[in-house]
């Protein structure tokens, strides 16, 4: 007899299978799955895998857009009782490159064309064994005799497959997702089933998800919180309908289509969307909006409050490394709409000074996040998961091993009340459009374009993007050439990664320890 218990994200499906049956749960471009179906799709590409020989927790790679078999992939691959990695559509491809060599991919799904933009890539990732197109028959796909072997989704995963034998626990690891770090290199943070099964739990508690509701995905599902929208909707019996965003009057367009009640974006996508008219019926549906990856200008959540006027607005507050955190009761949004909010159901936020003592109220602190979305740490970097994964403050009997906690790196404020309040960050990272941008993945490639001796990239406020990202650099040659230069990060580097802005100095100042004064770089800049 099957459990109802969840211990694996793909539970989230099959008990959808079972308690929702044909009811919608996804739909891309006019195509809608119901539970039941997307459920048989998941065991499928579980069976696929297996076929393939996949191996428990061997890694597989999903490198596509938003759609039906980007969800499937997800949702299968945990099935298999394999580890998903979403990868960014967006980025080029050596960061692609880069996230399959250090996680060690043994399969990736992806289309055609990406494929061919990998080409003279794949051979840094020796790990890699087999590679499933979407798109295409497997003539197209390749022979048996390419390495990695090609294959077709459609001559390879059946609907038909019988659902995959259940075991494991929930702390296995069920995904690693791939976010800037501060020494440049993506690192990975694991989460496991748990981590995923509760934040799914917890956020569609507060948020009121059910079948009743139609979220539109408009994030990418490499984030923690895109990734959470399907999480969140399929443990609650909601639709999802799939979007990859491109204008923002598509929004209003899908909206109407197919009365959607709840979206979740960043202050870039709200600024976007809070400028257009939206007609009043379109508007009246939707039961809340949400927004994460930073803080919402009052005057867009004025906008959208005006245009969504029985939407309930939730700011929220979240981290990879603990896959969300806190948010604002929307009945406060009035007396205090600078605060992130309070702890999320089944987590505890604290605020800590360096010694690991809480701190008083009004005091600025480190945000510390304990509880059962705390995420296992970096994939394969113990320097780093010892420096962000520490013991909570309060383990201190001796009988008991230490619960980690992820301590943020972000300086928060607690009122007297316990509703904390956004400071600043104590490292250097850039947020941007909902990215977290490490400067030094920026310095490198001016480096290596050769045209820069020395070059220092920082976040600079900007209403609409959070930070918008600037670069100083001294030449190498007598003037520097920025269109080259900007040229070579329009090649390596994302879009939402490519400085706004060039300012040439002749000598950057460095501080007593040699390193580039950034207080001082940003006294001269005026910021």
């Known amino acids: 007899m099957q459990s109802p218990i969840k211990i694996n994200i793909a539970d989230l499906l099959r008990q959808g299978a079972s308690n929702f049956g044909s009811s919608p749960a996804l739909t891309y471009k006019g195509a809608t799955t119901g539970y039941i179906e997307l459920w048989l799709n998941a065991c499928g590409f579980a069976s696929a895998l297996d076929t393939l020989g996949t191996a428990l927790g061997d890694r597989v790679a999903v490198l596509l857009d938003k759609r039906l078999e980007t969800v499937v992939s997800i949702f299968g691959t945990a099935a298999a009782r394999c580890v998903t990695v979403p990868i960014n559509p967006i980025l080029r491809p050596q960061q692609v ?3 399959m060599a250090d996680c060690d991919v043994s399969v990736l799904v992806t289309s055609a064309d990406r494929l061919a933009q990998l080409h003279g890539h794949l051979v840094e990732t020796p790990s890699l064994k087999h590679v499933i197109l979407v798109d295409g028959t497997r003539a197209e796909a390749g022979t048996d005799e390419t390495h990695p072997r090609t294959h077709s989704w459609g001559e390879l995963v059946s609907s038909e497959a019988p659902p995959p034998p259940f075991g494991g626990v929930d702390c296995d690891v069920a995904a690693i997702l791939y976010t800037s770090g501060s020494t440049g290199k993506p690192k990975g943070v694991v989460l496991s089933h748990r981590n995923m099964i509760v934040g799914a739990e917890s956020v569609s508690h507060y948020l009121g998800n059910g079948p009743h509701d139609t979220i539109l995905s408009v994030l990418p599902l490499s984030f923690d919180a895109g990734l959470s929208q399907l999480t969140t909707a399929f443990n609650s019996g909601a639709h999802v309908v799939l979007m990859n965003y491109l204008l923002p009057g598509d929004v209003i367009r899908l909206c109407e289509k197919y009365a959607v009640t709840g979206i979740t974006g960043v202050p870039p996508f709200w600024i976007q969307v809070g400028a257009l008219d939206w007609p009043a019926e379109v508007g009246g549906r939707l039961r809340y909006f949400a927004n994460t990856g930073g803080r919402m200008p009052k005057a867009t959540l004025d906008r959208l409050r005006a245009s969504f006027p029985n ?4 700011l929220m507050y979240g981290l990879t490394e603990a896959f969300r955190s806190t948010y604002l009761d929307p009945s406060e949004i009035d007396r205090r709409p600078d605060s992130i909010g309070k702890a999320i159901p ?15 109220p009004g005091e600025p602190g480190e945000l510390v996040h304990r509880g059962p979305l705390v995420a296992l740490g970096y994939w394969n970097d113990p320097v780093r998961t010892g420096e962000r994964f520490r013991p909570w403050p309060g383990t201190g009997a001796a009988w008991r091993q230490p619960e980690m906690a992820v301590f943020s790196g972000d300086t928060v404020v607690r009122d ?12 250097e990272m850039i947020k941007t459009s909902g990215y977290r941008v490490s400067p030094t993945e920026i310095e490198e490639v001016a480096y290596a374009s050769g045209l820069a001796r020395d070059a220092v990239a920082m976040g600079i406020d900007d209403q609409a993007l959070g930070q918008r990202i600037v670069l100083v650099a001294s030449p190498i040659a007598e003037t520097l050439d ?7 990060f329009r090649h390596r580097l994302p879009q939402y990664m490519v400085p706004s802005k060039v300012v040439e100095m002749a000598s950057i100042p460095t501080n007593p320890n040699g390193k580039f004064d950034r207080v001082l770089l940003r006294e001269q800049l005026g910021q």
């Open 97 to 99: 490159a880069y996230i």
């Open 311 to 314: 939407a309930a607005p939730y």
């Open 346 to 360: 089944n987590a505890e936020i604290l605020v800590v000074r360096p010694d690991g003592t809480l701190c008083s």
């Open 416 to 427: 007297e009340e316990g509703f904390l309040y956004f400071v600043g960050r104590r490292d």
């Open 482 to 488: 920025v269109g080259a230069l900007l040229t070579a």
